[in-house]
């Protein structure tokens, strides 16, 4: 991965954001009224269910009090009416391994650039109303942006904050701590909490002593750990009691399917610092229907282990459609743009090592899902470049379906599996009476063709109604770099 680091600057930006209109900006919100009915929309809930034709959703002060057959509904005279024929409107995303930084797109070490401009309102533009950040390059900033969206001062997603890396050493970036022992881990993991993260996250390179230790000291103050692991196996992590997987065996590789693995790295020999090594061999040597991947998915349902899906991150430019990629051409700014359309030997072999990994992802994600395991989503805004904030969400919708799941089951994947993992489920997540109005407003059908999940119109946060275009408009040419 390539990555770079924007460490100055970071208090005026964050106050330069928190001084903008408590709801926003007249630019951005187009509906702020108590009573609000969309009517004669295509719905797809969330729940898995078929979606419905001709529909309506009431929203009274921010919550949602009807949803049901338009002619039927509740709707006075004097209430804000939003046409919906032709349309579709699905709960707000819950992404599930989201990052408020992006690699760098220049020469150097592989760091991180924070995006405190760009990110928050490229989720929620493009239909994710909560995330969990799944690890910080930097913490401090992602706090401020937390309190910032949870004041009003920004316009993002909630979010649920993950700490930064349980990373062993060397660490694979240099942003990320390397823990020194079993007592670091637990002290990385309080040290955290107390400042107001709710959630861990381990990485590639962390020991098997060293994960146990912040798996006991992240469940002892009642936080959630996740992993993105490779030196630790996922049947060991499960023994430890890992609550959550990120990408998959076949994307986040599973040391115990590499024979060659040496204990406790990420790689099959000690020169090997890069865990696309392991990658390689396992999507060219393990098969996802094979007996030891069979095996792997009966543990992860009998143990209630879920997985986040994030097949954007793997499929990077290879399915970028015409359409995708004038979208990126607008948004991002010329340095990324130009880093990106230069091709390069190192880039195109790792491509086509992608391109197989995506596939057995796939195929292992459907059979995952089949098998009773839980799948929840998010896009990880990393890899090599090719995968951005929200943008990345819908993509991985789409992917879910191109893996065999229908658009309701990937809708579900993507907004109420999370929601339930987050303990949210009561005021998120689906299209239900009672819940918050937390919605996307779709133009065209997408029960029919899930690639309406591109078209946002509208982004309904807690009721308040928000123009996706207006505000990708706004940040056009800044994406990547702020």
């Not at 658009?407 to 987050?422: D, K, Q, V």
């Amino acid at each position: 991965m390539r990555f770079a680091t924007l460490l100055s600057g970071i208090g005026l930006m964050l106050a330069g954001i928190a001084s903008a209109d408590p709801v926003g900006s007249a630019n951005f919100v187009r509906n702020h009224a108590e009573r609000v009915a969309i009517e004669h929309v295509t719905i797809i809930d969330g729940t898995g269910r078929p979606a419905r034709i001709d529909e309506t959703v009431f929203i009274v002060a921010g919550r949602i009090v009807y949803v049901g057959a338009s002619k039927h509904a509740p709707v006075k005279k004097d209430d804000e009416i939003i046409d919906g024929h032709g349309m579709s409107l699905i709960p707000g995303l819950v992404g599930m391994h989201e990052h408020m930084f992006y690699p760098s797109p220049v020469a150097g070490p592989p760091v991180a650039i924070e995006q405190f401009v760009t990110a928050p309102l490229l989720y929620l533009a493009s239909g994710v109303t909560t995330a969990r950040t799944a690890g910080s390059m930097d913490p401090y900033g992602d706090l401020a942006m937390k309190r910032g969206i949870d004041a009003g001062r920004i316009i993002g997603p909630d979010l649920d904050l993950t700490t930064p890396y349980l990373e062993g050493s060397p660490s694979a970036l240099p942003q990320m701590h390397e823990l020194t022992d079993v007592n670091d881990a637990r002290r990385l993991v309080r040290y955290w909490h107390d400042e107001g993260f709710s959630s861990v996250k381990a990485y590639s390179d962390v020991t098997a002593d060293e994960l146990a230790a912040g798996i006991n000291e992240a469940h002892r103050l009642g936080m959630k750990i996740t992993g993105h692991l490779c030196s630790v196996g996922y049947t060991k992590a499960i023994e430890l009691g890992m609550d959550n997987f990120e990408h998959g065996p076949f994307a986040s590789p599973d040391g115990d399917l590499d024979a060659g693995r040496i204990p406790d790295m990420c790689r099959s020999a000690p020169d090997q610092k890069s865990a696309r090594f392991v990658l390689s061999d396992i999507s060219s040597d393990v098969l996802p229907d094979g007996a030891e991947v069979r095996a792997l998915i009966d543990l992860m349902v009998k143990r209630r282990v879920p997985l986040t899906s994030t097949l954007a991150v793997l499929e990077g430019a290879v399915g970028m459609s015409e359409q995708r990629r004038v979208v990126l051409a607008k948004l991002l700014h010329p340095v990324v743009w130009n880093y990106l359309n230069t091709p390069s030997p190192a880039r195109k072999g790792l491509e086509d090592l992608l391109s197989r990994s995506l596939k057995k992802e796939m195929a292992f994600e459907l059979a995952f899902a089949k098998a009773g395991g839980v799948l929840m989503a998010g896009c990880d805004p990393t890899g090599e470049g090719f995968t951005f904030a929200g943008l990345g969400d819908q993509r991985n919708v789409e992917l879910l379906v191109q893996a065999g799941f229908t658009a309701p089951e990937a809708i579900r994947i993507a907004t109420l599996n999370g929601a339930i993992f987050e303990g949210r489920q009561v005021d998120i997540g689906s299209i239900e009476v009672g819940k918050r109005a937390d919605l996307v407003l779709l133009d065209g059908d997408i029960a029919s063709d899930v690639h309406a999940i591109e078209h946002p119109a509208l982004v309904f946060k807690a009721g308040v109604g928000y123009d996706s275009k207006a505000i990708y408009e706004s940040i056009a040419g800044q994406v990547g770099l702020h």
